[in-house]
DNA sequence: GCAATATGTTAGACTAGTCTAAGTTTTAGA
DNA sequence: TCTAAAACTTAGACTAGTCTAACATATTGC
């Protein structure tokens, strides 16, 4: 039952997921606020999810997850985290601009990058001995500056 | 005249761009084939870019970009490339998945990360001593046994 | 407890991007 | 040189995702 969803879609399950873990419920009138659309549309997009056993949803009451909805869209949500982290923390761009282009990214990223992104993470964080890692503060510096600090890395 | 275009249509600008720099010239048939999608589908997309005055056509002839259409097509080839190359190079993605992958991304990031992504390419690149920077030859290692070799930078 | 308001649903229209099928123009080889 | 094949175009249909407008149900405060 592997599922290939647009990624109109996976920003429904996505939010929805989150509307659950920040307001413990979600409902149409939120995930249309969320989306930037109509609830019109927000009910279009319910019923093709509910077809595909992802969303479960009684008329004009809350909207949730199935076992398999809430699988995709956790998936979803940690491709965004990734991303954000890596847009921030690593390429310093602002939380703002990062959260929308987290936002259009995790659509497009494949689990193996996902993977790669996270090791990458994983081994920068404990590979270096500084609260910050040395070489985004190296980073940092270059991107100010235009200057490189000496960096020799041994094993 | 700031463009804001789909990526649909940033393919389509793309593949032109891409087919005039290795064949000299670009042709609806190619296009088609290169985006698999039918002529007709092609034709549709040329009727557009050509009214918004980024593409030149005539009729049964080759298909070539304005000066405004070739700067943004220039523009999306350049976040693929980079793109391509953090995949491939950073993340060590194999070259096939990761072309795919890049045509996916590369409408999704902003200018602002496209400069980031480069500019932390110029820092790696001739800021470390070796062929290939230590941190990769680290960071591979890593991905291959999961094991953190000792890395101690210093100014 | 019922009227006013907020919330949700349905029907139907519209756009972008795709297709198929039929028609037109160009090219190339006998 | 003219005809068959290849390349291109046009017309029209379809889908996903959106909207507006009209209708239905819930909630809330008097």
């Known amino acids: 039952m592997a599922q290939n969803l647009t990624s109109t879609m996976e920003d ?6 989150e509307l659950k873990k920040v307001n413990g419920v979600a409902r149409v009138g939120e995930i249309a606020d969320k989306l930037k659309v109509k609830s019109s549309t927000v009910n ?10 992802l969303v479960l949803h009684e008329k004009y ?5 199935t076992k398999e909805g809430d699988k995709l869209a956790a998936g979803v949500k940690s491709k965004h985290d990734i991303l954000f982290r890596f847009l921030t923390e690593f390429l310093m761009i ?4 990062a959260e929308k282009e987290a936002c259009c990214i995790e659509h497009a990223i ?9 090791k990458f993470f994983s081994f ?32």
């Open 110 to 118: 494949s689990e193996e990058t996902f993977i790669r992104l996270t």
């Open 61 to 65: 009451g809350y909207v949730g997850l």
């Open 12 to 17: 429904y399950l996505e939010t929805i997921y």
């Open 94 to 97: 602002n939380p703002e601009a």
């Open 44 to 53: 279009s997009a319910i019923k093709y999810l509910t077809e595909q056993n």
């Open 124 to 155: 920068l964080e404990k590979g270096f001995t500084d609260e910050k890692p040395k070489l985004l503060q190296l980073f940092e510096v270059y991107l100010k500056t235009g200057k490189r600090m000496k960096c020799n890395c041994e094993r």
